[in-house]
Each structure stands twice: as structure tokens, then as C-alpha cells.
Nanobody, 125 residues
Framework: QLLLVESGGGLVQPGGSLRLSCEAS????????IGWFRQAPAKARVAVSC???????NYVDSVRGRFTISRDIVKNTVYLQMNSLKPEDAGVYYC???????????????????WGQGTQVTVSS
């Protein structure tokens, strides 16, 4: 069974950068699309970005131009480079797998599973 482990979170000032990693074990990134989601305290988990099994990225409007999703097939890892961070970007970031292997990955959290434990991102001065 595919397991996902997130890392790379931390405390950063507004305008700063972080790179999150989502490492897969027990399987391959080809198993499906990988999505990054953010969950703030007492809020629902919301989509941030995703990358299809074919390598096509997608972003929600609020992060487009600031965040970049990529993957390293050899390392079985998906990355989320986050630049120009804003306080509203804060939360626990999770990566998940959508096994449907769509041409364009989905932002519907209900289609994703195999969630990791999450990594905390705090944006504060």
C-alpha cells in the first residue's frame, strides 16, 4: 500500500519561502495523481495544487504564480515550492493520492486518500 510522508514545513515570515516534500513509499507516483491540501484550525481541508500521474500541474487561483509543484520520479517524491508566502497560506499541509489517474488532476478532496501525517506551515512576523 502506498504511504505518503510530508516534510519541510516550518515558521516563515510573510514574503518568505518554503519547500514541502511528499515522499511515497510502498509504491510509485504512477499509482495516481498527487495533491497538496491545506487545513487551517477549525477549517475544512482545501486544495492548493496537484500534479497528475502524467506530470501535469494544476493550481488554485490563490497560489498560482507563487507556488510550484514538481516531482522527482527517481526519488518518488513530489515537491511544493512556496514563494511569497502570506499569512493566509498557513496551516497543516497534507499530500494525498487520487488513484483515478486523470489527464488533469482534481481538486476534490473526496477523491484523495492515503493521506500523510501533514506538515505545519506558519507564516508570521
Amino acid at each position: 500500500q502506498l504511504l505518503l510522508v510530508e516534510s519541510g514545513g516550518g515558521l516563515v515570515q510573510p514574503g518568505g519561502s518554503l519547500r514541502l516534500s511528499c515522499e511515497a513509499s510502498g509504491g510509485s507516483l504512477d499509482y495516481g495523481d498527487i495533491g497538496w491540501f491545506r487545513q487551517a484550525p477549525a477549517k475544512a481541508r482545501v486544495a492548493v495544487s496537484c500534479i497528475s500521474s502524467g506530470g501535469s500541474p494544476n493550481y488554485v487561483d490563490s497560489v498560482r504564480g507563487r507556488f510550484t509543484i514538481s516531482r522527482d520520479i527517481v526519488k518518488n517524491t513530489v515537491y511544493l515550492q512556496m514563494n511569497s508566502l502570506k499569512p493566509e497560506d498557513a496551516g497543516v499541509y497534507y499530500c494525498g493520492l487520487d488513484p483515478r489517474r486523470l489527464r488533469s488532476c482534481s481538486f476534490d478532496v473526496g477523491n484523495f486518500g492515503s493521506w500523510g501525517q501533514g506538515t505545519q506551515v506558519t507564516v508570521s512576523s
